[in-house]
């Protein structure tokens, strides 16, 4: 007889109730929010942020629906769109009130209907990519060449330091398309520098040049080295891109990289592409000021302060943690000297720092600098359409050299990573332009989502049909099987947080047809079985022995392809591959397992069957 073992019986039960529950949040639809966020590193969201927005909306008598609190976000779920808009302007109003200065981002959104339970279990519905829920697409093209520009005009002034420091004169140092030209009186002068720049700056490539009677070191950059400066451009353009449009309040924004020097950017439910536009081509600047300990020890400047009245030649900001200070207006030191910032460890307390690394020049300055404050608190700061933030503003312990320098006190582990990420990524590597722009209207993405899921069904719908009459009773077996394969796809989706695009939709269509190509497999080798004298019994267990290397090659060999397309794609192809992968995985699970556990409940205990209702069995003349 044909029997599964009791383990066997219970795991494929555990599976259909996981594709149920992770299935079902897809069901409950979505509703109206606002989502609150925090565009200053020195402002969190925390509990007392939702009490505000939900203070405001019950003082307004606006009704809604709950008021969560996340990671990063505050989100007030709402009926229906005009309580949304009502609800914006009213957080806004109470979060902002000066709307030049806004400490917030209050942005329309979407939340899941779904209930608490569903949530709390980590069971979410899968985000709709832009062809499916509408929104902006940007192709921005990178300037490869302006980040070469910038690094090189940075080396340039970095050599005139170097070079002054070391007593070395030259006649003028100038930079010409993508070469350093330094001008030098006599040879041994030159051979001189060249030493010097050979030890300290690898990435150069020294040569020799004779113009007439003068005397030129030309230096251009080592291919490996450009490739790490364009490499790195493009990955701090992208990074920065990402920290800027959490703004918006995108539920999945796609930020990646395109080919050598594009970043494609879609903003799924994003309709306002101005503002899109103004955040993406946002300028910020890193800065390093020295903090006025005096007067910011001086209860009463500091009340002054706080109302405007700041003392000459200083300006008032509120540190991390709610602590005012007064900053010097004058800069020490630039984010163009800054070339890197990690989060990691104090090697002595082992607290979270931030460790930054700066080129020749900024080493040179803030050794100086640091030499000449020890016991001083120095202020990072982020500078951003005309107004700064006060990111970190530790106490110098000593002299810093080297270009190494260390920022710890006060901060936790994320907060080391987010201080290091705004230092890292306030400002763009390179310049950007968009290239390519479109706008996708939602009416258009519920009509995708509409012809996309009436394709689905009525293939659906054929398949079962056919099933049915030619095999009949397995012929419905191998619908509940394709059934529970959809399920089991639907509710990875869902619990991986994919996004579903037009793309992945096509990738659900094929793989429903290869699912149910595996089940005619097993089907056909059951009837070869009865047509060559084997009893019904003998036919179940033979047929689905032999049919599963069948199946497990086919599968195999179409999975190869799609993990190809996964790694060489990029875009909807991506999109498509990972569903189809995924369609693979599920598809033999379902076709075999679930199948062969709903025949054996059918048959496996019939000691005595004489016949099995699987279409007509043609037998050789």
Partial sequence: ??????????????????????TLPNFFGEAPAVQVTSVKATIKVDGSLQARAEGALKAAAVPYQAVTLDLTSVRVRLADTDTQLKARDVVEKALNPDSENASYSVALNLVSNSPQWLANIGAKPMYLGLDLRGGVHFLLQVDMKGALTKRLDSIGADLRSLLREKNVRHNGISREGERVVIRFHDAETREKARAILTDSQPDLALNDVQDGTELKLVALLKPEAAKRIQDYAIKQNTVTLHNRINELGVAEPVIQQQGADRIVVQLPGVQDTA???DILGRTATLEVRMVDDEASNNPAIMELAARGQSPAGTEYYVERGGHPLLVKKQVVLTGERLTDAQSGFDGQTHEPAVHLTLDSAGARIFRDVTRESIGKRMAILLIEKGKGE???APVIRSEIGGGRVQISGRMTTTEAADVALLLRAGSLAAPMEIIEERTIGPSLGADNIAKGFHSTLWGFTAIAVFMSLYYLVFGFVSILALSANLLFLIALLSLLQATLTLPGIAAVALALGMAIDANVLVNERIREELRNGSTPQAAIMTGYERAWGTILDSNVTTLIAGVALLIFGSGPVRGFAVVHCLGILTSIFSSV???????????????KLEKLAIGQVWKPV
């Fill in 1 to 22: 007889m044909n029997r599964y073992p009791l383990w066997k019986n219970v795991l494929v039960l555990i599976a259909l109730l996981f594709g149920l529950i992770y």
């Fill in 275 to 277: 503002k899109a536009k």
């Fill in 390 to 392: 006060v990111v970190t």
């Fill in 593 to 607: 397992v679930v199948s062969r556990a709903l025949v054996n409940l059918i048959y496996g205990r019939r000691r």
